[in-house]
């Protein structure tokens, strides 16, 4: 199992760990970093509404998040929660990149 994939592993259940976990206020708008295997992963949570949240995952080594930024404007209703992976957008570049 390569670096990148068990940091979105472990993102994805960490973010179904947190919405497990919340009242149906939803999630909280935030920004921050997760430590994973490897490096930090970057996220960011906008909105706060009660609706299901949406994770956006970017596509490609070396890409971002940025591409999803319009789909902040769902953030009215659901959370939408951003997420670049290792060695993409603001998350850590690792030196191994397996």
């Known amino acids: 199992m390569t670096v990148k994939f068990r940091s ?3 993102l994805v259940v960490g973010v179904l760990l947190i919405v ?11 920004e921050g970093f997760v ?5 930090r992963a970057w996220y960011r949570i906008v909105g706060s509404g009660t609706e299901t949240p949406v ?11 940025a591409y999803f930024e319009p789909l902040a404007a769902l953030s009215d209703e659901r959370p ?3 997420y670049d992976q290792l060695g993409g957008g603001n998350s ?7």
């Open 80 to 82: 939408v929660i951003f």
């Open 55 to 65: 994770l956006l995952l970017h596509g490609g080594p070396g890409a971002s998040s």
């Open 20 to 30: 497990g976990c919340t009242d149906r206020e939803g999630l909280e708008p935030a």
């Open 8 to 10: 979105l592993c472990v």
């Open 35 to 39: 430590d994973v295997a490897g490096g």
């Open 92 to 98: 850590d570049r690792p030196d191994d990149p397996s």
